[in-house]
Nanobody, 124 residues
Framework: QVQLVESGGGLVQAGGSLKLSCAASGRTFSSYVMGWFRQAPGKEREFVAAINWSGRTTYYADSVRGRFTISRDNAKTTVYLQMNSLKPDDTADYYC?????????????????WGQGTQVTVSS
């Protein structure tokens, strides 16, 4: 069982930055793939970024590549999402998720555990 709690969301102007954190409970954090997803009003939940158990391999959606950076600190059982050059289209609720195994899924169906989400609003 893994419990996830996101923080760091807020209101920011276009071009600004935010850093999201996701604190995980449980001793087996380092064995999980971690992902960030987002969901805007009226839209489906979409993949943003993911990181394998060691932190050496990362994946990004095309829409955020080069602007967002995912990282993890297994000692602190926390995963981060640094978001730079934010755009109004990045406005959404952001969720972190934990999935078992070594293969990194890009679908929400590949993740077992979810946080409650943190809201990010980017004003133009």
């Amino acid at each position: 069982q893994v419990q996830l709690v996101e923080s760091g969301g807020g209101l920011v102007q276009a071009g600004g930055s935010l850093k999201l954190s996701c604190a995980a409970s449980g001793r087996t954090f380092s064995s999980y793939v971690m992902g960030w997803f987002r969901q805007a009003p009226g839209k489906e939940r979409e993949f943003v970024a993911a990181i394998n158990w060691s932190g050496r391999t990362t994946y990004y959606a095309d829409s955020v590549r080069g602007r967002f950076t995912i990282s993890r600190d297994n000692a602190k059982t926390t995963v981060y999402l640094q978001m730079n050059s934010l755009k109004p289209d990045d406005t959404a609720d952001y969720y972190c998720a934990a999935g078992p195994g070594q293969r990194v899924p890009f679908s929400p169906l590949g993740y077992n555990y979810w946080g409650q989400g943190t809201q990010v609003t980017v004003s133009s």
